[in-house]
């Protein structure tokens, strides 16, 4: 008769998968935002992983956590594992659908700049399929199960990223409004919006143009740049505008510059391609046709 003995069991994978986020990220609520579970969980799985090794892989404290000896060990392995197995996983997916381009981008330059494009690029691939997926901050291409992405990124932008534009701040308001706006010192008699992404638009363009000018900075506040924007459409008040996001709205007349001040920021919009996706043709012709798409610049302001 045959025997068959009870085999030891490994650790659970997820266990494996917080602790290695938990290292690589350097504590457990940001593993937990990047895992899409609770801080809580996250802790959980790695105390059951330092149950089964017998050792504790973290230092807790009041002010975090940090790496024992033993964690600090076997990070590296555990970061190159998950890489690989991620890169395994991306194989699988382009082999399977070449054709089906997924993109992650900020929901701003995914609504207002990505957007009015895809048309241009399904007539020139009629057989692509693309899926856009708005988020906030960079996705990990080797892990996550994007093609590219599109975010804006401080200067310089990173190796193997493709520089499509830097990023130019100057208000923007509706025609109407923008005829008693002579000086940014007429500001003060208008309402100003506001973008929660980024609080900091009008104190950086007013420190180089408004000079002593006082306006209002307690204006409308919008967590979604798309809805400022069209607020400002709208005539509600005088938005910051980044030029590859309202550059449409600039052609079209619906938004015009009051000003000729533009400030420059140590940032660009770049697209990132997935180091597996580089090889795929669909891919190559969309982020060609994404990369010549900044234009010049010369003919938006109001003369």
Request: proline fraction near 8%.
């Amino acid at each position: 008769m045959s025997i068959s003995p009870p085999r030891p069991k490994g650790p659970p994978l997820n266990a494996l998968r917080a602790f290695e986020a938990a290292a690589r990220l350097g504590g457990f609520a940001r593993a937990a935002e990047e895992l899409c579970v609770t801080p809580g969980a996250v802790s959980q799985h790695v105390k059951a992983l330092e149950e089964w090794a017998g050792s504790n892989l973290f230092e807790r404290r009041s002010q975090g956590i940090r790496l024992t000896p033993l964690g600090r060990g076997v990070m590296a392995d555990f970061s190159a594992a998950f890489d690989r197995m991620g890169e395994a996983v991306q194989t699988l997916r382009l082999r399977a659908a070449p054709n089906r381009i997924r993109i992650a981008a900020l929901p701003s330059v995914a609504q207002l700049w990505l957007s009015p494009r895809l048309p241009a690029i399904r007539k020139t691939i009629p057989n692509v399929s693309i899926s856009v997926t708005a988020l906030e901050a960079p996705p990990n291409l080797k892990r996550e199960p994007f093609d590219m992405s599109i975010f804006f990124e401080d200067d310089p932008v990173s190796s193997g990223s493709i520089d499509v534009c830097q990023d130019v701040i100057f208000p923007v308001c509706a025609p109407s409004m923008a005829a008693v706006l002579g000086t940014p010192a007429d500001l003060s008699d208008v309402t100003c919006l506001h973008d929660a992404s980024w609080p900091d638009d009008w104190a950086l363009w007013s420190k180089s143009f408004a000079g002593e000018a006082e306006y209002d900075t307690g204006g409308p506040v919008f967590s979604l740049y798309s809805l400022a924007v069209e607020e400002a459409r709208n005539g509600a008040g005088v938005l910051m505008g980044h030029e590859a996001l309202v550059r449409a709205d600039l052609e079209s007349g619906a938004l015009v510059a009051p000003f000729p001040d533009q400030h420059v920021l140590e940032r660009s919009l770049s697209i990132t391609v997935a180091g597996l996706s580089v090889a795929n043709p669909t891919l190559d012709t969309i982020v060609k046709a994404l990369a010549n798409a900044a234009g010049k610049r010369s003919s938006i302001f109001r003369q």
